[in-house]
T-cell receptor
Framework: EAGVAQSPRYKIIEKRQSVAFWCNPI?????LYWYQQILGQGPKLLIQ????????DSQLPKDRFSAERLKGVDSTLKIQPAKLEDSAVYLC???????????????FGAGTRLSVL | SQKIEQNSEALNIQEGKTATLTCNYT??????LQWYRQDPGRGPVFLLL?????KEKRKERLKVTFDTTLKQSLFHITASQPADSATYLC???????????FGTGTRLKVLA
């Protein structure tokens, strides 16, 4: 079974520039998550999709971050404009959970390491 | 809001010994608690899940305990090996939602 694919693996940009990350979840997984992981911290949920609808985006800085999940499969996360504090690893995860079972085991991609200079 | 505390300092142990990692929380007791392993440059990998009505869960050399009175989960690796060196994260579900909140993780180093 193929895992969660993310690209690019690394990105270096200057502040105020734009950047986009791509995620392809495990086939058949209904739920997709984007997390931000700052060095030395645990993953922090930014947005959660159920199929192609948003379940939770309460911690997404909507003035600069946006995300979409096309046709309930792939997803992109965009930052525009980037700030220095956005430097982090952006992790995508998927789960077969379909809104019923709360056990919700998540499968993570390798992440995209973003450096904002 | 829920706060999760994991040892921020690295834990160094000798190969063959049992590693014990701690996850403490301060507020409500979760219905589910998960443990993940994260290697440098990789995403977290799910290891074990324990429910609030379970005291203990085992998988091969791994054991998780869950004490809702102490508001604590312990994660044990018996007969530890250098390959077990990684950061271990605990994650707690948030009641009324389908979200999990992650701790900061504890870095384990098993010395040969």
């Amino acid at each position: 079974e193929a895992g969660v694919a993310q690209s690019p693996r690394y990105k270096i940009i200057e502040k105020r520039q734009s950047v986009a990350f791509w995620c392809n979840p495990i086939s058949g997984h209904a739920t997709l998550y984007w997390y931000q992981q700052i060095l030395g911290q645990g993953p922090k949920l930014l947005i959660q999709f159920q199929n192609n609808g948003v379940v939770d985006d309460s911690q997404l800085p909507k003035d600069r971050f946006s995300a979409e999940r096309l046709k309930g499969v792939d997803s992109t996360l965009k930052i525009q404009p980037a700030k220095l504090e956005d430097s982090a690893v952006y992790l995508c995860a998927s789960s077969p959970w379909a809104g019923i079972e709360r056990e919700n085991i998540q499968y993570f991609g390798a992440g995209t390491r973003l450096s904002v200079l | 809001s829920q706060k999760i505390e994991q040892n921020s300092e690295a834990l160094n142990i000798q190969e063959g010994k049992t590693a014990t990692l701690t996850c403490n929380y301060t507020n409500y007791s979760p219905a589910y608690l998960q443990w993940y392993r994260q290697d440098p440059g990789r995403g977290p990998v799910f290891l074990l899940l324990i429910r609030e009505n379970e005291k203990e869960k085992r998988k091969e050399r791994l054991k998780v305990t869950f004490d809702t009175t102490l508001k604590q989960s312990l994660f044990h690796i018996t007969a530890s090996q250098p390959a077990d060196s990684a950061t271990y994260l605990c994650a707690l579900d948030i009641p009324g939602t389908y979200k999990y909140i992650f701790g900061t993780g504890t870095r384990l180093k098993v010395l040969a």
